[in-house]
């Protein structure tokens, strides 16, 4: 009994096991890293905790692109641990009537953004347990009410903080947004017969690989293994772009220097590339729905 | 009496909760991401100590372009909380008998740079409570007296990183400094007449959007409202670069993709933007004192 | 006797005081920051502990450039504090039978790499202690071993996060590698009679000063003072690209905007600039072994 006291005592002062918690808030934006844009909100965001860690996705996304941005932010979410909070600001609707919104998944991960289909992969790749829409009567860096153009700042980044830092909870970021989410038109890789088709939602950009949205499994169900001769089409629309037979690697190394392979990327999506060259600027590959892809075994 | 001894030690023990109100430091520079000078500047600053939590506003800045950087430091400084130390190399006199100072704001935001006209505008934004010049024969990292080109990792990430972690007071940076800081001349907007002029000092480099140094409350003194069309005319020096009626629209929905606007940036100053296009790259407009912005009220 | 239980519950609750020492982690890549794959990797070592410190040295490395590598992380390593882990994947050989290791250098600092010559500079400038094979079969995160080609987030940022955050031991690394750890040849600078020969290992490239291997040593072995006056040539292999007088300078405001200097750089060597202006541009100066300089007094 006589111990209860500085115990007590000991577990309000001593934070620091929960410290560990501390969620992390993880920016994306289309603002690049040349202006004092991404740092006005991460000074807004410390201003809200000096305990929040504060990371980015990526600001390079292409100014407005939001296929992009829910690609880039499917490759990263599943990384972070469950409670990261996302702020995602590929924002062409500032200002408009555009909702804010809050996505909590299955998973336990926070997207903070605006209604905009950016979060259309990480909503179909993680689950989606809620989504609240952003009360900005409650919701907003104060004395900010006057700006109307930069919500990343003054609505985002000061909710993400705050529900990293626990200073309000999810329910507390505002009523549950009953609408559905505005979602991204997404392609879906099928097998026809002998010709597995695809197409190009991004490039590993600074190596020039083309990924694909053709999975792992499909390739598998193709019997396809590591060694075999793959015919690859790549149409950008009704024009041929690029036609030939590359090997089905397992890893870059499988050939030589110079030369094309296929393979499974980090996402495990087949993929084609030259080994250390660039297989996207050597044949002009671009990326959308337009640009299509086809692999069947070479005969 | 006798839970004295374990709450006292209980005290000593944990420091969490101090731990809370770490100061940010926050480093700009001309240097760029490519090399490694900045991560050196973060090493130096860890070695301090590992509680300062670092972040950047841009390393981006066109090198040795002071006036650039001091819009910069503007735009992002405010929204950083009381105690955040910046530390801010743009240097082109870097090894010369420029003085290395420290600013403290009547805001208590500390400015760690060289004396050459980078904190004009931050220091006219949120008040000069004191400057202290470096002393260098104490503020200096140990071993380092023999490099002269490399001040921001030698000096400033020291001193500022000292200062952050609260290894030094203010006044142990150094004895006041006495002389006037340098200064830019910076040019101010006005109302003549029915014509509101002022001069370009910034892009909003990434979307092209350029910004004016017109103030959101000049617009209102005018009693232009969202809504009403103006007349814009920007000159290079004496040359008519643009010349043009747009909206003066409260966001950028107000008007549709492709087309002009005026609005108020998040600096609460007037710009003009293509909504979704690039303002800047279509009427090739650059910054400085020689472009000169003037805006009346369409007839 | 009775204050001894709090006292336990305390050191075993607090551990605040620890956390002072907790390791940065700091990560290099070709990747870039276009795309997620950073924050892939940094997501991995947030998963792994929450409290490590996370930063860059960069991840704008040219694509494969092992050499360029090598010296960005000299450049970087000596100023970040004992105990430090560096995790630098620049890859070609990603999937390949290349061996991955820790190198643990006398001055306590870690290196999580592929064996492909990265950590030559380093490990002769802080020395050997120990080389480790990392074995994958415990250092790998869990889940990922059907992908092989982004060792950088299933291998290496996990290794080292657990490495930084003490999960693991550097013994826990893996077995002591045994076989010589590939090493770049890197020439080495010399006096012949009155004439200092050396090489370009690397451009300071925001500013286009060129970076010599000559160092500041040799440059006083030869007598020369600042205010003296050095003949320099720059060869491409056997082709002259450069041959001029510069004046060996204390600091660039020794001479004037635009002109010519000799100076030692922040890693105390010789380096060739134009004060405010693009040695390597102006001239057309590359990097590498086959980029050569001489100095001598001018007659």
Redesign the interface.
Known sequence: M??L???L???L?????K????R?L?FMS???????????????A??V???I????????IT??NIYEAAN??Q??AR???KG?VFVSIID??????RKSIVLKTKSGHYFVTPDNGTITLVADALGVEQVREIDETRNRLPGSA?????HG?DVYAYTGARLAAEVITFEEVGPEFKQDMVRLKIPVARINGNVLSGMIP?L????GNVWTNIS?SLVKEMQVKPGDKLHVTIHQDSVLRYEGDVPYA?????VKVGEPLG????L?NFSLAIN?GDFAARHQIGTGEQWKVSLSRSK
């Open positions: 006589k111990y006291i500085p115990i005592l000991l577990s002062a001593c934070s620091s096991p410290e560990d918690n501390h992390a993880v289309d603002f690049g890293l040349e202006d004092g844009a991404v740092s006005a909100m991460k000074g807004v410390f201003s905790s000096g305990k860690r504060i990371f980015d996705v990526t600001h390079e100014p407005f880039r932010l490759q990263v990384y972070w641990p990261t062409p609707g500032v200002g408009s009537a006057s700006s109307y153009t930069f700042r991004v590993d950009v600074r190596y792992d397992h890893t870059f190394d499988d393979y499974i990327n980090s495990m250390q």
